[in-house]
Nanobody, 114 residues
Framework: VQLQASGGGLVQPGGSLRLSCAVS????????MAWYRQAPGKERELVAG???????NYADSVKGRLTISRDNGWNTVYLQMNSLKPEDTAVYYC?????????WGQGTEVTVSS
């Protein structure tokens, strides 16, 4: 399982970004996916997750602003980020949980600043 994240960049407070994570292989529809982030000097934290059945969960700090979704036809998971705040600045990583093993993408940097 290989993951390729994209979509990060610089955005002003209140702006939006959409992150994408493309997953290789034929097992995507059976994989639980998640987005994590790591801000400078902080530990990596779970942002949002989505099961193979489409159930989602979110960190309290992002509820109502960030939305995780998946497209099994394109083997891709998305993170739509709206109403971004400076505290959302971090490197965002997608991860896949398959057969008890967690796989990681390379990370994409999001900077929220005016």
């Amino acid at each position: 399982v290989q993951l390729q994240a994209s979509g990060g960049g610089l955005v002003q407070p209140g702006g939006s970004l959409r992150l994408s994570c493309a997953v290789s292989g034929s097992v995507f529809s059976r994989i639980s996916m998640a987005w994590y982030r790591q801000a400078p000097g902080k530990e990596r934290e779970l942002v949002a997750g989505i099961t193979s059945g489409g159930s989602t969960n979110y960190a309290d700090s992002v509820k109502g602003r960030l939305t995780i979704s998946r497209d099994n036809g394109w083997n891709t998971v998305y993170l739509q980020m709206n109403s971004l705040k400076p505290e959302d600045t971090a490197v965002y990583y997608c991860s896949a949980l398959y057969m008890g093993t967690k796989y990681w993408g390379q990370g994409t940097e999001v900077t929220v600043s005016s």
